[in-house]
């Protein structure tokens, strides 16, 4: 649901998603876990979305929605196949599978298409997700960042959000597409990651805890948390 007290231009960028249309599983044409591709009013073909309704989606109560937006190269399909352990939606350990059980809505929506990157330009999903939360956090709940840092605040001295805002940010040490302690890189100067998890600290007035290494269950990987 789409809130009147929005700015009409924000509004108007927001797509009104039904609680539940037509559905595929009604018409044994689908999965339980299938998802239906759907146009975005008044925006070009391409920027489409996916969208999962849970299988005991009520349309007459409020459903909790999860934006799932995906990163550099990748696209709505993309997303739905990396969130499952097999790259098979209909998994139970799905991303769609866990929307079923716990009942909410799943939207993996497409930012820039494929094809259209040029040097300097790109669609980085955690910097939007940074972005978003910052802007409209009377929208969305929380966020979880995957390999990203804040770099609309970072190159824009974006202000803070209206409220405390929970946040999960994961990242590898050795990221080369976005480097944790930031830098130069093909497309530009990135934000460092450290830089961007003590910003959002101090915005939500959160103390820095100490660091803590998790056992390394499987040493050959190349991989720690």
């Given at each position: 649901m789409i809130s009147e007290d929005l700015p009409m231009h924000i509004r108007q960028t927001?797509?009104?998603i039904p609680l539940r249309p037509k559905s595929p599983v009604e018409s044994g044409k689908a999965s339980?876990?299938?998802?239906?591709?759907?146009?975005v009013p008044n925006w070009p073909a391409d920027r489409n979305y996916k969208i999962h309704y849970p299988e005991n989606c009520d349309p007459p109560n409020p459903t909790p929605v999860m934006v799932v937006v995906h990163g550099y190269t990748h696209d709505a399909g993309v997303m739905e196949n990396m969130t499952s352990p097999d790259g098979n939606p209909s998994n139970p350990d799905s991303l769609n599978s866990l929307a079923d059980r716990e009942g909410f809505v799943v939207v993996y929506h497409n930012g820039t298409p494929l094809g259209r990157f040029r040097k300097g330009r790109g669609w980085n999903g955690g910097a939007m997700a940074y972005r978003m939360a910052a802007e409209m956090s009377d929208r969305f709940a929380a966020i979880a960042v995957v390999a990203a840092g804040d770099q609309y605040a970072y190159a824009n001295n974006t202000t803070e959000p209206e409220r405390d805002m929970p946040l999960m940010v994961m990242h590898g040490e050795k990221d080369p597409v976005w480097p944790y302690e930031g830098g130069?890189?093909?497309?530009?100067k990135m934000c460092t990651v450290p830089g961007s998890v003590e910003k959002w600290a101090g915005w939500n007035q959160a103390e820095l805890k100490s660091t803590e290494l998790l056992p390394d269950?499987?040493?050959?990987?190349?991989t720690r948390v």
């Amino acid at each position: 649901m789409i809130s009147e007290d929005l700015p009409m231009h924000i509004r108007q960028t927001l797509p009104r998603i039904p609680l539940r249309p037509k559905s595929p599983v009604e018409s044994g044409k689908a999965s339980p876990n299938a998802s239906v591709e759907k146009p975005v009013p008044n925006w070009p073909a391409d920027r489409n979305y996916k969208i999962h309704y849970p299988e005991n989606c009520d349309p007459p109560n409020p459903t909790p929605v999860m934006v799932v937006v995906h990163g550099y190269t990748h696209d709505a399909g993309v997303m739905e196949n990396m969130t499952s352990p097999d790259g098979n939606p209909s998994n139970p350990d799905s991303l769609n599978s866990l929307a079923d059980r716990e009942g909410f809505v799943v939207v993996y929506h497409n930012g820039t298409p494929l094809g259209r990157f040029r040097k300097g330009r790109g669609w980085n999903g955690g910097a939007m997700a940074y972005r978003m939360a910052a802007e409209m956090s009377d929208r969305f709940a929380a966020i979880a960042v995957v390999a990203a840092g804040d770099q609309y605040a970072y190159a824009n001295n974006t202000t803070e959000p209206e409220r405390d805002m929970p946040l999960m940010v994961m990242h590898g040490e050795k990221d080369p597409v976005w480097p944790y302690e930031g830098g130069s890189i093909a497309f530009g100067k990135m934000c460092t990651v450290p830089g961007s998890v003590e910003k959002w600290a101090g915005w939500n007035q959160a103390e820095l805890k100490s660091t803590e290494l998790l056992p390394d269950v499987d040493p050959n990987d190349g991989t720690r948390v």
